[in-house]
């Protein structure tokens, strides 16, 4: 079963627009939210992560908002550039006891248009 | 990047044959995993490895079996491959540290 949900699947915004890709999780044992980014023929890597004691984290573009009562956590990419088109994957962990492994969403194709 | 590299970049391979994925890593990380991609499933979890010999199941699991024989070296074997393994195979590495997963640049697998 999937544990992270994610939306929508594919996205397209135009050069400065503003990207938002949600995701909803089941599981309150998580204790840390990643989002990564694949570009093509490549491996996921890691964007900006998030813990469930705050309900924020900006890092440059990039922003994560995290509400905890609803079980769900956003990506917001400002002022969208070309050169973020890429496949962004949200993912869930619940730490070292369960292998530190990680659960992640079913991935949001975003492609951002000049 | 965590000095992570997978072998064979590109395989294909007829149904019923045994196949081995290799997955390298030079950053002593003690966590190690094996993921599969597959269009509107994201990534999923097939085995990890906590130490070497030290290895568990993942969410999906069967027909793939592990070993780690060294720190550096985790290898996924399909027993006898079928069409539905067809897949992009990421192998990552976890330091213990940071909690960043990093991942390898991927085997894409072709089952005829």
């Known amino acids: 079963q999937q544990q992270v949900k994610q939306s929508p699947q594919s996205l397209i915004v135009q050069k400065g627009g503003i990207s938002i890709i949600n995701c909803a999780y089941e599981?309150?044992?998580?204790?840390?939210f990643p989002w990564y980014q694949q570009f093509p023929g490549k491996g996921p890597a890691l964007l900006i992560a998030?813990?469930?004691?705050?309900s924020e984290k900006k890092e440059g573009r990039f922003t994560i908002s995290f509400n905890k009562s609803a079980k769900q956590f956003s990506l917001h990419i400002m002022d969208s550039q070309p050169g973020d088109s890429a496949t962004y994957f949200c993912a869930a962990s619940m730490g070292e006891t369960s292998g530190s492994r990680l659960t992640f969403g079913e991935g949001t194709q975003l492609t951002v248009n000049p | 990047d965590a000095g992570i590299t997978q072998s064979p970049r590109h395989k294909v391979t007829e149904t019923g044959t045994p196949v081995t994925l290799r997955c390298h890593q030079t950053?002593?990380?003690?966590?190690m995993y094996w993921y599969r991609q597959d269009p509107g499933h994201g990534l999923r979890l097939i085995h990890y490895?906590?130490?070497?010999?030290?290895?568990d199941k993942g969410e999906v699991s069967d027909g793939y079996s592990v070993s780690r024989s060294k720190t550096e070296d985790f290898l996924l074997t399909l027993e006898s491959a079928t069409s539905s393994q067809t897949s992009v195979y990421f192998c990552a590495t976890y330091s213990g540290t940071s909690r960043e997963q990093f991942f390898g640049p991927g085997t894409r697998l072709t089952v005829l």
């Open positions: 950053e002593n990380h003690r966590y």
């Open positions: 998030i813990r469930p004691d705050v």
């Open positions: 599981n309150t044992a998580f204790d840390y």
């Open positions: 490895s906590y130490g070497v010999k030290d290895t």
